[in-house]
């Protein structure tokens, strides 16, 4: 089956600085590649929609000065928090599809950001 | 708008049946999407409709119907791992996921 890796799965970081989280589709070509965030006891957030070698398409009210994703290949995606605060902190959920057409989406593990 | 609703919290015996329900309202339809999640873990998908009626997959089913705007999860024969938040995802026109708050259900002895 598809298997999408994220990597670091917890992180603990200070206000002010950056975290790159990566995200792997590790026996597929991902055309899309998916960005949620989930609070505890809440669904998913989608944050943005990444496609390789072109600029992620950002949900309204999610900062893309802040939240940088670059899709760099058909395996690959990160998500950099920049500047983080503690109001980041949160559960960091990958997802990629081969296409439009999929209906599916494959997750990674997930990535817990602790932001002190 | 869109939306996307679903009970909060279940509660089921173990070994017996539990249907979650799902209503929708989205911008076009490409898909009602089932998933399972256990706290601190990433979802997993159970299952996919995009067709009426019912899909049996296992101790798992998930039934459409699409002039209604409606979908439930069926599981049976319950078993203590199946306690999970259970979440509904509809697909819109634009193959985005729109995602329901997630269903918890606590399964007891």
């Known amino acids: 089956g598809a298997v999408v890796s994220q990597h670091p799965s917890w992180v603990i970081c200070k206000s002010g600085t950056s975290v790159k989280i990566e995200c792997r589709s590790l026996?597929?070509?991902?055309?899309?590649m998916f960005w949620y965030r989930q609070f505890p006891k809440q669904s998913l957030m989608l944050m943005a929609t990444?496609?390789?070698?072109?600029?992620?398409?950002?949900e309204q009210g999610v900062e893309k000065d802040k939240f940088l994703i670059n899709h760099a290949s058909l395996t690959l995606s990160t998500l950099t928090v920049t500047s983080a605060h503690p109001e980041d902190s949160s559960f960091y959920i990958c997802?990629?599809?081969?296409?439009?057409?999929?209906?599916?989406?494959?997750f990674g593990p997930g990535t817990r950001l602790t932001v002190t | 708008g869109q939306n996307i609703d679903q009970p909060t919290e279940m509660t089921a015996t173990e070994g017996a049946i539990v249907q979650i329900n799902c209503t929708y309202q989205?911008?076009?339809?490409?898909?009602l999407f089932w998933y399972q999640q256990h706290a601190g873990e990433a979802p997993t998908f159970l299952s996919y409709?995009?067709l009426d009626g019912l899909e049996e997959k296992g101790r798992f089913s998930s039934f459409l119907s699409r002039s209604k705007g409606y979908s439930y999860l069926l599981l049976k024969e319950l078993q203590m791992k199946d306690s999970a938040s259970y979440l509904c995802?509809?697909?819109?026109?634009?193959?985005?996921?729109?995602w329901g708050a997630g269903t918890k259900l606590i399964i007891k002895p």
């Open positions: 997802s990629a599809s081969l296409g439009r057409d999929l209906n599916e989406q494959y």
């Open positions: 026996d597929f070509q991902a055309t899309t």
């Open positions: 990444s496609n390789e070698g072109s600029k992620a398409t950002y």
């Open positions: 989205t911008s076009g339809f490409n898909g």
């Open positions: 409709n995009v």
């Open positions: 995802a509809a697909m819109d026109s634009n193959y985005q996921l729109i």
